[in-house]
């Protein structure tokens, strides 16, 4: 990920793999993928997981009384990254009170949404496909 300066390529992901002969290739480029203003406290990141998934978070921890976290759970199958999770969580800096939290398994379409079952179509999204509506509906958000 790069930082935003309005373009594309700027706010996308890129994922390269290891080719057979060692060089990395790049396997996906999806433009527009995450959200990123460019000031403190809203910087994505990717973290890898031990099971070979990696997860994008985004994030706004500074700007506003409305604080948020999502993160995407990418896995790798049949050839292709796909979205496996999707996870929402805020709270209002000014009510405590106001709170969310959801949590959902994009394959299987189950998940908790402030700790009561929630259910969706379960499917395989591609990555290059996905957009956050699917988890922010099944979510309520």
Request: with cysteine; glycine share 10%; net charge negative.
């Amino acid at each position: 990920m790069k930082p935003d300066d309005g373009t594309d390529e700027n706010n996308a992901v890129y994922i390269y793999l290891a080719g057979e002969d060692g060089p990395l290739a790049l396997k996906s480029a999806v433009p527009n993928k995450v959200w990123q203003y460019g000031m403190a406290g809203q910087a994505p990141s990717v973290t890898a997981l031990p099971n070979g998934s990696l997860v994008i978070t985004t994030h706004n921890d500074s700007v506003g009384r409305d604080r948020w976290e999502q993160k995407l759970t990418i896995a790798y199958r049949n050839f292709d990254f796909v979205v496996g999770g999707y996870t929402y969580s805020s709270y209002d800096t000014l009510n405590l009170d106001n709170t969310s939290h959801c949590d959902l398994n994009v394959l299987t379409g189950k998940g908790k949404s402030n700790d009561k079952p929630v259910s969706a179509k379960g499917e395989l999204v591609l990555l290059n496909d996905g957009n956050d509506d699917r988890g922010q509906h099944a979510c309520g958000i």
